[in-house]
């Protein structure tokens, strides 16, 4: 029996668990040659993530946009494409709605402006990744490479923007002036006021819904039929008439949109200006994310809440144990994308053995 033998339930959920129980395992290790404790640590992290109610606030905050990035990536691998450009498609979906915001905040109406700076967080993501998509489709230039690429050059042109158009004249932080309060979204604590002061705002319906949207479109149409028959083996799908190569484009630009749309929750949601580095490793999370919730909306949603939950839980644990650095969240991220990526199938031998044994 091998992995594609092997039970959805065993693919879906006891193999993406047990690498995570690996990658925690070995940061426990990590943790314990620091001289602290791993459980004690642990309990400090669920604490500050999970029970808290503003910790779990800031987790879904996290979560919000990491749910679009994994979307970003996930949507790609459905049609065999590995885009890892969801960081700079994120960059331009803030420049577009920076763009909006700074055009029109003065002069539209809440209700109406807030779909225009989606719109436009939208449209720049996708045209940054549209240009990938048509070099791979038409010119047969590898994605994986001229995303990566592309990361680098939308650093550069937003560090370019920012400095030279961007900055109030009087001012050197690099960042854009405030938009008005009209470009704010609405924050959930205004509801909810045990979530405290924190910036979880309605783009995390925005996400759930996106991630809705995403399962109905890849499972149950025909064109998520065909997104898959391309990513499985597209010289089968070219000839069951599929059009690989503008398959490959529209994923890509709807890879790219979905990438951009993170910049709403982080921009119009909490700062409410555009700035340097906003994105944060956002995009890259959106790797580990897709990988470890297999490209399936309810993965993509509890990965995207773990590794909230890491981001925020990370912060009171480096404060709490001062033998923790900060930097012990990327090793966890790096570790939870090694088992759960390059080791996903680690476990899958082990798995089918006992699966045969229950048989005899």
Same mark, same amino acid.
């Given at each position: 029996?091998?992995?594609?033998?092997?039970?959805?339930?065993?693919?879906?959920?006891?193999?993406?668990?047990?690498?995570?129980?690996?990658?925690?395992?070995?940061?426990?290790?990590?943790?314990?040659?620091?001289?602290?404790?791993?459980?004690?640590?642990?309990?400090?992290?669920?604490?500050?993530?999970?029970?808290?109610?503003?910790?779990?606030?800031?987790?879904?905050?996290?979560?919000?946009?990491?749910?679009?990035?994994?979307?970003?990536?996930?949507?790609?691998?459905?049609?065999?494409?590995?885009?890892?450009?969801?960081?700079?498609?994120?960059?331009?979906?803030? !420049? /577009?709605? $920076?763009?909006?915001?700074?055009? #029109?905040?003065?002069?539209?109406? &809440?209700? %109406?402006?807030?779909? =225009?700076?989606?719109?436009?967080?939208?449209?720049?993501?996708?045209?940054?990744?549209?240009?990938?998509?048509?070099?791979?489709?038409?010119?047969?230039?590898?994605?994986?490479?001229?995303?990566?690429?592309?990361?680098?050059?939308?650093?550069?042109?937003?560090?370019?923007?920012?400095?030279?158009?961007?900055?109030?004249?009087?001012?050197?932080?690099?960042?854009?002036?405030?938009?008005?309060?009209?470009?704010?979204?609405?924050?959930?604590?205004?509801?909810?006021?045990? !979530? /405290?002061? $924190?910036?979880?705002?309605?783009? #995390?319906?925005?996400?759930?819904? &996106?991630? %809705?949207?995403?399962? =109905?479109?890849?499972?149950?149409?025909?064109?998520?039929?065909?997104?898959?028959?391309?990513?499985?083996?597209?010289?089968?799908?070219?000839?069951?008439?599929?059009?690989?190569?503008?398959?490959?484009?529209?994923?890509?630009?709807?890879?790219?949109?979905?990438?951009?749309?993170?910049?709403?929750?982080?921009?119009?949601?909490?700062?409410?200006?555009?700035?340097?580095?906003?994105?944060?490793?956002?995009?890259?999370?959106?790797?580990?994310?897709?990988?470890?919730?297999?490209?399936?909306?309810?993965?993509?949603?509890?990965?995207?809440?773990?590794?909230?939950?890491?981001?925020?839980?990370?912060?009171?644990?480096?404060?709490?144990?001062?033998?923790?650095?900060?930097?012990?969240?990327?090793?966890?991220?790096?570790?939870?994308?090694?088992?759960?990526?390059?080791?996903?199938?680690?476990?899958?031998?082990?798995?089918?053995?006992?699966?045969?044994?229950?048989?005899?």
């Amino acid at each position: 029996m091998n992995n594609q033998d092997l039970p959805r339930w065993a693919t879906a959920f006891v193999m993406p668990l047990l690498n995570l129980l690996s990658a925690l395992l070995v940061t426990a290790l990590v943790i314990h040659m620091l001289g602290e404790s791993p459980t004690e640590s642990l309990a400090i992290l669920v604490n500050s993530a999970v029970v808290n109610p503003e910790g779990l606030s800031y987790t879904l905050f996290y979560a919000s946009t990491f749910i679009f990035t994994g979307l970003a990536v996930s949507i790609a691998m459905q049609a065999g494409l590995f885009n890892i450009g969801a960081e700079g498609q994120m960059y331009l979906g803030g !420049l /577009g709605l $920076t763009l909006a915001m700074l055009a #029109f905040d003065s002069s539209l109406p &809440a209700w %109406a402006l807030i779909p =225009v700076g989606v719109l436009g967080a939208a449209l720049f993501g996708g045209l940054w990744a549209f240009l990938p998509g048509y070099l791979q489709a038409k010119r047969g230039s590898h994605v994986v490479v001229t995303t990566i690429m592309f990361n680098f050059i939308a650093a550069s042109l937003m560090n370019f923007v920012i400095v030279k158009y961007m900055i109030p004249d009087g001012e050197q932080n690099p960042a854009s002036r405030l938009f008005t309060e009209a470009a704010e979204l609405p924050r959930l604590n205004q509801w909810f006021p045990i !979530l /405290g002061e $924190t910036p979880l705002n309605i783009s #995390f319906f925005l996400a759930i819904l &996106a991630l %809705a949207v995403y399962g =109905v479109m890849t499972t149950r149409s025909s064109w998520g039929f065909k997104v898959r028959a391309t990513g499985l083996n597209k010289h089968a799908a070219h000839y069951a008439g599929i059009h690989i190569s503008k398959m490959i484009i529209v994923v890509m630009l709807i890879s790219g949109a979905l990438a951009g749309l993170g910049a709403v929750n982080s921009v119009m949601g909490s700062t409410h200006y555009l700035s340097l580095n906003f994105v944060g490793g956002a995009g890259f999370i959106g790797i580990a994310i897709a990988l470890m919730g297999r490209q399936h909306p309810v993965g993509i949603f509890l990965s995207a809440v773990l590794f909230g939950a890491l981001t925020q839980g990370g912060f009171d644990l480096s404060l709490e144990k001062q033998n923790i650095p900060p930097e012990t969240v990327i090793l966890i991220q790096g570790l939870i994308i090694l088992f759960c990526g390059a080791m996903e199938n680690l476990y899958a031998p082990v798995i089918a053995k006992m699966l045969n044994l229950k048989k005899k």
